[in-house]
């Protein structure tokens, strides 16, 4: 990416272990990122660009010498950043504050988008998959790099359960992911709001038990209206913006809580006297998605939940950049890569 609406394909060099620690993965299944639409949108023109892509499974193609438990042939998918997964903070289930860990695509990393990638720290980061290389199954393992974790991650952050209804702020592929998540944390009653039919039929199909297309005052008073005046007990904001943000705390339950999960847009959350009043817990953040693959892979595996139907395209590396304008545009929802 070199800046705004300027994403390019080119030849680098081909990834060599640099590190005992070290994985070569060759990439079997990429995509675009919600997230990736927002340096899209701003990113100042650079002569250099930088790597872009974190999300992608593949087949490990060699290991460095202290990367015990991989081998070549292993079918693997990696979460959106890279840890060694035995720090304090790994142990705590922050792998995204490992000290030893970093981000896809910057310091000398492969990004996802793209053939193969240098994985570092490989035996914390990678999670073996036990499907061959052109199981049906690759599309919803991919979104347990990131898309899928970081719904389940704003829904066990807000602490959803049978006991607590739900609204689920913003219909794209993050947003759908949360729908399902709180589906499949039990969650009888869920809340969508969004406005794009296609995607909020979908997320009817996850679990969605209403869809409220209205958005600001009228959308909370539309909750309001549909939950008895009260609002929710829990509010998974997936969008990132202030307006979102505001909506999720008109909507929340006294006493419920706000999960944020979207990247945020704003340098400021309107907390004011008389959210604090009403008891209103504000948490979230970015989603450790090493510290879920495990539990959510058995689901996947076994068909019970089918996450990767939030990808609605797909394209080769060469159309990486039609891709982000689809995103961009709202022609796609979620486009899937394959190299």
């Known amino acids: 990416m070199y800046g705004a609406g300027d994403v390019r394909v080119e030849n680098v060099p081909d990834p060599a272990l640099q590190e005992p620690t070290d994985a070569l993965v060759r990439v079997l299944r990429s995509c675009i990122c919600g997230s990736d639409l927002w340096p899209y949108g701003s990113m100042p023109a650079s002569e250099k660009g930088r790597r872009v892509g974190h999300e ?19 079918v693997v998918v990696a979460p959106f950043v890279w840890a060694d997964n035995t720090c ?18 910057v310091d000398g990393v492969d990004g996802g988008q793209g053939e193969a990638v240098r994985v ?16 049906a ?3 919803s393992l991919l979104t347990l790099s990131d898309v899928f974790c970081t719904g389940h991650h704003a829904a066990v952050s807000a602490g959803v ?5 739900v609204t689920v702020i913003g219909d794209g592929a993050v947003g759908l992911s949360a729908v399902l998540a709180a589906k499949r944390l039990g969650a009888e009653r869920i809340l969508l709001m969004g406005r794009h039919k296609d ?8 679990g969605a038990t209403d869809v409220i297309a209205e958005r600001g005052d009228e959308g909370i008073a539309r909750i309001r209206e549909l939950t008895g005046g009260d609002g929710t007990h829990t509010v998974l904001e997936c969008v990132g913006t202030r307006h979102a ?13 706000v999960s944020r999960v979207g990247a945020p847009q704003y340098t400021e959350v309107p907390m004011d006297f008389g959210t604090l009043m009403r008891n209103i817990t504000l948490t979230g953040g970015v ?8 539990e959510l892979l058995p689901d996947v595996l076994d068909g019970r939940i089918d996450p990767g139907r939030v990808f609605d395209r797909t394209i080769s590396l060469e159309d990486v950049p039609d891709g982000y304008r689809a995103m961009a545009d709202r022609e796609a929802l979620k486009v899937l890569i394959r190299p």
């Open 56 to 74: 992608f499974l593949g087949v490990v193609e060699d290991v460095g010498a202290d990367a015990s438990g991989l081998k070549a042939g292993d």
């Open 88 to 105: 304090d903070f790994c142990a705590e289930g922050l792998q995204t504050s490992c000290r030893h860990g970093g981000q896809w695509g």
């Open 120 to 135: 570092p720290q490989a035996q914390g980061t990678l999670v073996k998959l036990p499907v061959a290389e052109d199981s």
């Open 137 to 139: 199954l690759l599309p």
């Open 161 to 165: 359960s049978p006991r607590t209804t």
């Open 199 to 206: 995607r909020t039929d979908l997320g009817r199909e996850f």
């Open 245 to 257: 943000i505001e909506m999720a705390l008109g909507v929340a339950r006294d006493g419920g809580v």
């Open 287 to 294: 989603a450790p998605a090493r510290a879920y693959i495990e």
